[in-house]
C-alpha cells in the first residue's frame, strides 16, 4: 500500500515507517497544517488527515495521528492539549508539574485516521500505561519518554529503546490496531 503521512515532522515518518513496513509512505509537504483544534485525539487526528486527502495526492492513503499523555495527578492532563502545554520542554514542564506529587500514574494515548483514496476512514487507538519517574533516564526517544516507565517495565521508554517502542508504545499499539482493521 502506498500512504502519505499528514504530517511536517520527519522523525515521525521515520516512526512510521518502522510501524507499516510493507507501506510506502512519504511525508506530505506542505506545512501549512490547519491548527489541531478538536476535542479528542481522534478529531485532531481527523483533522491532518483530511487535510491530507485535500492537498495531498488522490490515489495514495492518508494517515494521520495525533498523541499525548494523560497523567493521573493533572487530572489526567494535559490529554489531547499536551504539545502546545509542553511548550518543547516536556520532561521540565511535566516533573515541575508533579513536584511533590505521590501519585505518579499516567498513560501515553495515540489515535491514528488512515483515509483511502475512496475517503474511506479507518480510525485505531492505542494505549501505554505507565508512570513517571522521578527523574530521567536514558538517551533514546522523545518526549516524555526519559521519564516515563511503563507498566510491568523497570526503565523508562528511553533506555528501552527504538526496538521497545516500535513493538510496545502507544503509538505502535495504535499501528498494529489500524493494519488489522485495513
Known amino acids: 500500500m502506498i500512504a ?7 522523525h515521525k515518518l521515520e516512526e ?17 497544517f490547519p491548527p489541531e483544534d478538536g476535542l479528542t485525539y481522534l478529531d485532531n487526528a ?6 491530507g486527502r485535500l492537498h495531498g495526492p488522490a490515489d495514495r492513503w492518508m494517515i494521520a495521528d495525533d498523541s499525548g499523555i494523560e497523567v493521573a495527578a493533572l487530572g489526567q492532563g494535559p490529554g489531547v492539549v499536551t504539545a502546545r502545554w509542553a511548550e518543547g520542554r ?18 501515553y494515548v ?13 480510525c485505531a487507538t492505542g494505549v501505554l500505561e505507565g508512570t513517571v519517574a ?3 533516564a536514558g538517551g533514546g526517544g522523545f518526549g516524555f519518554d526519559p521519564i516515563f ?13 527504538d526496538v521497545w517502542k516500535a513493538e510496545h508504545s502507544h503509538r505502535a499499539r495504535a499501528a498494529q490496531a489500524l493494519l488489522a482493521a485495513v
Open 4 to 10: 502519505t503521512v499528514c504530517t511536517a515532522n520527519p
Open 16 to 32: 512510521f515507517a518502522v510501524l507499516f513496513p510493507d507501506w510506502g509512505l512519504a511525508l506530505l509537504d506542505d506545512a501549512d
Open 46 to 51: 481527523r483533522i491532518k488527515a483530511r487535510y
Open 90 to 107: 516536556h520532561v521540565e514542564k511535566l516533573l515541575g508539574a508533579l513536584d511533590g506529587e505521590s501519585n505518579r500514574q499516567a498513560r
Open 110 to 122: 495515540c489515535a491514528l485516521v488512515a483515509l483511502s483514496p475512496g475517503r474511506d476512514e479507518v
Open 134 to 136: 522521578l527523574a530521567p
Open 149 to 161: 516507565v511503563p507498566v510491568g517495565e523497570a526503565n523508562t521508554v528511553a533506555q528501552l529503546g
